[in-house]
């Protein structure tokens, strides 16, 4: 059985990174462009959790398109990339809004990211295959 050598395990460590970095940039973007939104338009204070909750699937699906681009295990490394997205992004929305709320947002927040990142990864990794 061959092992992998440290020069791979750091190409799919970089991909990761990468992937975070795209998606909290997309993420920093569409929050901006979606309060623009709200604030010209008449949004119910509803719909804003929800539009929230696009916002951060919609990057991780970005993060992990652009980012993952080796072949094997696409899943994992992009329930990987949407689990940390979403521990980054609380770290930064919390910063911004100037407090730091633990709860059950926070658990919906992370399912959503590891489901939304396996997706992407899938996706991901077999349009690689194809091109």
């Known amino acids: 059985m061959r092992r992998k050598s440290s020069t791979e395990n750091k190409g799919y460590v970089f991909?990761?990174?990468?992937?975070?970095?795209?998606?909290?940039?997309?993420?920093?973007?569409?929050?901006l462009l979606s309060a623009l939104v709200v604030k010209l338009?008449?949004?119910?204070?509803?719909?804003?959790?929800?539009?929230?909750?696009?916002i951060k699937g919609?990057?991780?699906?970005?993060?992990?398109?652009?980012?993952?681009k080796r072949p094997n295990?696409?899943?994992?490394?992009?329930?990987?990339?949407?689990?940390?997205?979403?521990?980054?992004?609380?770290?930064v929305f919390s910063l911004?809004?100037?407090?730091?709320v633990f709860g059950l947002s926070l658990l919906n927040d992370c399912v959503l990211g590891t489901v939304s990142g396996m997706i992407s990864g899938i996706i991901a990794v077999n349009i690689r295959k194809r091109q």
Do not use: H
């Open 73 to 91: 295990n696409g899943w994992l490394r992009g329930m990987i990339c949407g689990f940390i997205f979403m521990w980054i992004s609380y770290v």
């Open 58 to 68: 919609l990057a991780v699906f970005i993060g992990c398109i652009f980012s993952l």
């Open 15 to 31: 991909e990761i990174i990468k992937a975070n970095i795209i998606a909290l940039i997309f993420a920093l973007v569409a929050v």
């Open 96 to 100: 911004l809004d100037s407090r730091f």
């Open 41 to 54: 338009f008449t949004v119910s204070d509803k719909a804003i959790p929800i539009i929230n909750q696009v």
